[in-house]
């Protein structure tokens, strides 16, 4: 079956900028209408009046995803608004400071915020969404950004990888599930490479009971190349078009994944890069 995309609905968190941004551009230029979200509530104002300026039909929430409360009344004003929702986005991510700590350094404030935005963020989507989407009478589809992170294994950003580790699982389970009952419900692990994105500088949005343990590093990983936002957004809506489940948008870290691999069923011990 055909997924179709104009005048369809789409949902996004983390949409202000970087990747959930640029799917919402993707999108809007299909024809869908979008109901946007994410904690940055003057930048995601900015995103929706430059689509609104397109004619693009969009709503927006201020919506922390590690609070339930809040996801649902994402899924609430989306189904209230729209009557259906054929996209669902879980984006919204976060990359907490000094990423090159040894695991056993971070304090439970940075564990806490990590694993509530990366990980409970795309369970609360899940869990106010998907109900509503299987009683729908159109082919929909579901897209959690994890990461080339929950791919791969070594020392480095350890919460973040942790998390994004996590996220992986939970998709194919939601896979699985859904195919078990033959619902029309497709499912796309997304898995950026490094992306030209300000998840680097996630430490802006922190929140105040969760403080700081450490100064908030710049910049991107080196030695991988730098993805645009757009090419990301590109392939997310062909993955969505075409049912395609795992989505890694660079081959760059493909020998890694394989040696962890191969590791793992030879019963050996591992070599990080």
């Known amino acids: 079956m055909t997924f179709t995309?104009?005048?369809?609905?789409?949902?996004?968190?983390?949409?202000?900028?970087?990747?959930?941004?640029?799917?919402?551009?993707?999108?809007?230029?299909?024809?869908?209408?979008?109901?946007?979200?994410?904690?940055?509530?003057?930048?995601?104002?900015q995103?929706?009046?430059?689509?609104?300026?397109?004619?693009?039909?969009?709503?927006?929430?201020?919506v922390d995803v590690a609070k339930p409360q809040a996801v649902d009344a994402l899924a609430d004003l989306a189904f209230d608004r729209f009557g259906a929702v054929h996209i669902l986005c879980n984006n919204a991510g976060v990359v907490p400071g000094n990423r090159h700590r040894p695991i056993w350094e971070y304090p439970p404030e940075d564990w806490n915020w990590a694993m509530d935005v990366n990980l409970i963020g795309v369970?609360?989507?899940?869990?106010?969404?998907?109900?509503?989407?299987?009683?729908?009478?159109?082919r929909s589809h579901i897209v959690n950004t994890a990461?080339?992170?929950?791919?791969?294994?070594?020392?480095?950003?350890?919460?973040?990888?942790?998390?994004k580790h996590a996220v992986v699982r939970a998709t194919e389970a939601l896979y699985s599930a859904l195919q078990d009952r033959g619902a029309p419900i497709g499912v796309t692990l997304l898995c950026p490479g490094v992306v030209k994105t300000r998840i680097y500088e996630?430490?802006?949005?922190?929140?105040?009971?969760?403080?700081?343990?450490?100064?908030?590093?710049?910049?991107?990983?080196?030695?991988?190349?730098v993805m645009d936002v757009e090419t990301v957004a590109e392939l997310t809506f062909a993955a969505i078009r075409d049912n395609i489940?795992?989505?890694?948008?660079?081959?760059?870290?493909?020998?890694?994944?394989?040696a962890r691999f191969e590791a793992i069923l030879a019963r050996r011990n591992p070599q990080f890069p």
């Open 5 to 45: 995309f104009e005048d369809r609905v789409a949902v996004i968190t983390g949409a202000a900028g970087g990747i959930g941004k640029a799917m919402a551009e993707r999108f809007a230029r299909a024809g869908m209408k979008l109901l946007l979200s994410d904690v940055d509530e003057a930048l995601l104002a």
């Open 147 to 163: 990461s080339i992170a929950g791919l791969i294994s070594g020392a480095r950003a350890p919460l973040y990888s942790v998390s």
């Open 123 to 138: 369970m609360n989507g899940l869990r106010a969404f998907v109900p509503r989407m299987l009683t729908q009478d159109a």
């Open 245 to 258: 489940f795992y989505l890694l948008t660079t081959s760059d870290f493909d020998r890694h994944i394989e």
């Open 47 to 62: 995103t929706a009046d430059t689509l609104r300026a397109t004619g693009t039909q969009v709503e927006t929430l201020k």
């Open 202 to 225: 996630s430490e802006r949005n922190r929140p105040s009971a969760l403080s700081a343990s450490a100064a908030p590093e710049d910049g991107a990983p080196d030695g991988s190349a």
